[in-house]
């Protein structure tokens, strides 16, 4: 089982700037006192008793902990300590100073697939580590694709967030309806038994999004993406993918397959000659093709337009709620400080939220 410190993080660490914002608390950079290295500590709020609805579960923070410890790997975040006290558990985690893939992308005038597939290639050697520990992610997306740091010529691939991901013992079925609708596969919507191709189709959306700037299944609403889904419902738009490879989208083909069994492994996509050509026409056609910039900036830009704008709408859920709670005199006092559950209260689908909401069966 996790060893949580008793400690209090402050008497070793100086709290400094947030780094980012969870749905169960902050991520700050923390600087360790004895040696003043960087820290990111990622601070989340505990459920304080069985019938509160705030914070998360402890169990669910133990599973976090102990699949980070589990993956000790270039490219997945390293975990190095947790810290709990009455209220909250900070798990001090590696720094990863470089920002969002994505967002490093954007800053580019051009990218050819070559130079897109080392960051691809990355993305695919973490998550061939984890899926041979018999670890899922479930929430890959390009929130959670960050680089090591803004300086050198080729930055690393980091993997963070493991709130949702899961260590499946022998045998065991796992379902869960937890995730963000563009990203996740049918079998989450079906609610039908997840595994590791579970994020094997996520791989396929990321990497459309990446060559195209398009988000393939995406709707005018949550309901009519998941429709788009499930009923496979996406195209290579000729405007949009007319400087991609045959090879690139054909990695797609065999990502966004609506039978799990069928996907491309990680150990696959690592083989597949887009990634790994093995004649010589196949590698000089990835110098030759590049991605859709201009349509890859757009889609960026407006998803931290959307992102900054959920961020605006949950600090106003949480300001009405803290004025219901004050002016609520039967209030339950735990739900005074209930900040960490005011996520996502008005989006639909109910049962697709991006929450930690999961079942074994
Ligand atoms: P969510 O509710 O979206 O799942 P979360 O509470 O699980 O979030 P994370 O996604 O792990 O939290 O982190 C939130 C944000 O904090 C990230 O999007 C990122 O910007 C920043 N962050 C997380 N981990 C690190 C890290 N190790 N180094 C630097 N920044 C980080």
Redesign the pocket.
């Known amino acids: 089982m996790a060893v949580f410190k008793p400690e209090n993080v402050e008497d070793l660490y100086e709290i400094e700037e947030v780094?980012?914002?969870?749905?169960?608390?902050q991520?700050r950079k923390v600087r360790e006192k004895t040696s003043g290295t960087c820290w990111?500590g990622?601070f989340?709020k505990i459920r304080k008793s069985a019938c509160s609805r705030l914070g998360l579960e402890r169990s669910s923070v133990e599973r976090e902990v102990e699949i980070l410890q589990a993956l000790k790997h270039p490219n997945i975040?390293n975990l190095k300590d947790v810290f709990e006290s009455r209220s909250e558990v900070v798990l001090i985690?590696?720094?990863?100073?470089g920002g969002?893939l994505f967002d490093f992308i954007a800053q580019k005038e051009n990218l050819l697939e070559s130079e897109a597939i080392q960051f691809i290639k990355q993305i695919l050697e973490g998550l061939r580590f984890m899926h041979s520990n018999n670890i899922a992610h479930f929430?890959l997306k390009p929130?959670?694709i960050?680089l090591s740091d803004k300086v050198s010529p080729r930055p690393i691939i980091?993997l963070?967030?493991f709130?949702?991901a899961y260590h499946f013992s022998p045998g065991e079925e796992y379902r869960s309806t937890s995730g963000t609708p563009q990203y996740i596969a049918p079998e989450v919507i079906n609610c039908e038994p997840l595994s590791t191709a579970t994020d094997m189709w996520s791989i396929g959306v990321i990497t459309y999004i990446l060559l195209s700037g398009l988000s393939p299944f995406q709707g005018d609403t949550d309901e009519e993406t998941l429709k788009n889904i499930l009923a496979l419902k996406y195209e290579f738009d000729k405007h949009y993918f007319s400087t991609t490879s045959a090879m690139a989208k054909d990695f797609i083909l065999k990502l966004l397959v609506n039978n799990s069994n069928e996907r491309m492994t990680a150990e696959e996509c690592l083989l597949h000659p887009w990634i790994k050509p093995i004649t010589r026409t196949q590698a000089v056609s990835r110098h030759r093709s590049s991605i859709n910039i201009r349509s890859f900036k757009k889609f960026n830009a407006k998803r931290k337009w959307k992102m900054s704008y959920n961020m605006v709408r949950m600090c106003n859920q949480l300001v009405s709620l803290r004025l219901h709670c004050k002016s609520s005199s039967k209030q339950d006092p735990l739900e005074r400080e209930c900040e960490s559950d005011v996520?996502d209260a008005d989006s639909k689908p109910a049962s697709l939220l991006?929450r930690r909401l999961s079942s074994s069966s």
């Open positions: 780094l980012g914002s969870g749905h169960f608390g991520v990111a990622k989340l975040v985690l590696e720094f990863v100073s969002e929430d929130e959670n960050m980091k963070i967030d709130g949702l996520e991006r």
